[in-house]
């Protein structure tokens, strides 16, 4: 879901921001005195941005105002989606467990964060740690942030917490696999001097 | 399947505990860092915010056109704003100055958005060398320079450190008061070429390191 929603994110702002370049650049250019080709709506330096004329021109016809409308509508109900999955943060509720008797239980996808947050908080060298779950019940995926202390190596921490905490979060959702995305920071302190 | 339920009744669902034998023959592979592909993608930011702003304000003018168009096809007049900028729109020339500032101000906006959408973003992010196939990792820049600056301190003669983490590079200035200096240089290239290998990136840093005693000059 994330992964679609940054492709989303990434085309609608490039596309915004071609037809604001279009827009402001072909107004400058021509402006500045540049010669537009004969069917541009601009024919010179002194022509205005948007005539009268220009903007009356199918006002007259039955499927103007329709079309205007309709596209402000399209756009409005775009935009209205757009920032709805933009300001929705997903969180999974539940994930699904499979029993291998053909039935499945439900866990709470708190309860997994909580646990896997918990295991991942007590390793070597990690001061703290959050977990977020996402993706759908059947194949969730996992956010970890973690905050080093300072003596361990990121590498190594981040072996540990392959190796121990996620492979049991794993395991014990029974899930064939539980892709991570892990961010490793570190807990600030002063230097000490050691000699 | 069953209902949703609260921790306990997930607890006792012991029989899943017995498809971890079938996964503890999972648990042999994942080996210290080999780093047989260095080539890891970079981190790409989600660009939720820049996001959210083209959202809502092209949301709030597609609404406001919208009502106002329909309002107008009810037979209620237009709001002022839009008679005042079809007017505006009719008589501005293209090389009044205005235009001009404003067609020059949306394009660079454009140029920006462009930029937003075509490059990775989240520089303070170093990417980690993947040790497990599902495990996707990235360091942060300042965390990766103090583990360097705490490694560099360890030094035996290195009084201060400042550690400069760029993307590819890691500028180490060391501070020594006492040892020769040429003795504290290489220990600290050896000790912090070690703490690069720990730092466990997928395009480790190269490193420069200056020495210099305090007070003076090098």
Not at chain 1, 163 to 173: C, F, G, Y
Not at chain 2, 26 to 34: I, L, V
């Amino acid at each position: 879901m994330s992964a679609v929603l940054r492709t989303v994110n990434r085309v609608l702002i490039g596309l915004v921001g071609l037809v604001l370049l279009l827009l402001g650049g072909s107004v400058l250019a021509v402006g500045l005195g540049l010669k537009p080709p004969s069917w541009w709506i601009h024919d010179g330096r002194h022509d205005v941005l948007l005539s009268h004329a220009e903007r009356t021109r199918w006002r007259g016809d039955g499927w103007w105002w329709p079309t205007v409308i309709a596209v402000l509508a399209v756009l409005v109900l775009l935009a209205l989606w757009w920032l709805t999955a933009v300001l929705r943060r997903r969180r999974l509720a539940e994930v699904l467990v499979d029993t291998g008797d053909g039935e499945g239980a439900l866990l709470r996808g708190r309860a997994l964060e909580g646990v896997l947050a918990g295991e991942a908080g007590e390793l070597d060298g990690v001061a703290q740690a959050h977990a977020h779950l996402t993706g759908s019940r059947t194949a969730p995926e996992s956010r970890v942030q973690l905050l080093l202390e300072p003596h361990v190596d990121p590498g190594a921490a981040l072996h540990h917490l392959t190796t121990r905490a996620l492979l049991h979060a794993r395991n014990s959702a029974g899930l064939a696999a539980l892709p991570a995305e892990v961010r490793l920071k570190g807990a600030k302190h002063r230097a000490e001097r050691v000699s | 399947m069953s209902e949703p339920q609260g921790s306990e009744g997930t607890t006792q669902r012991l029989p899943v505990m017995e498809k971890t034998p079938g996964g503890e023959v999972d648990y042999g592979p994942p080996p210290p860092p080999a780093g047989e592909d260095g080539r890891e993608g970079r981190f790409w930011s989600a660009r939720r915010v820049p996001a959210g702003i083209v959202a809502l304000l092209l949301l709030a003018v597609a609404g406001l056109f919208l009502y106002d168009i329909a309002s107008v096809r009810a037979d209620r007049p237009a709001m002022s704003w839009r008679r005042e900028l079809a007017r505006q729109l009719a008589e501005r020339p293209l090389d009044d100055t205005w235009v001009l500032v404003g067609a020059g101000v949306v394009a660079v906006l454009g140029l920006w958005l462009i930029v937003l959408a075509a490059t990775p973003g989240l520089r303070a992010v170093l990417t980690m060398r993947r040790t497990d196939a599902d495990v996707r990792a990235g360091l942060y820049r300042e965390a990766a320079a103090l583990v360097l600056r705490d490694r560099a301190m360890e030094v035996s003669g290195v009084q201060s450190v400042r550690v400069r983490m760029r993307r590819t590079r890691a500028d180490v200035a060391a501070v020594s008061h006492f040892r020769e200096l040429d003795d504290v240089r290489a220990d600290l290239d050896s000790t912090l070429a070690e703490a690069i290998t720990g730092l466990g990136l997928a395009r480790p840093p190269a490193l420069s390191v200056h020495v210099r005693r305090p007070g003076r000059k090098g």
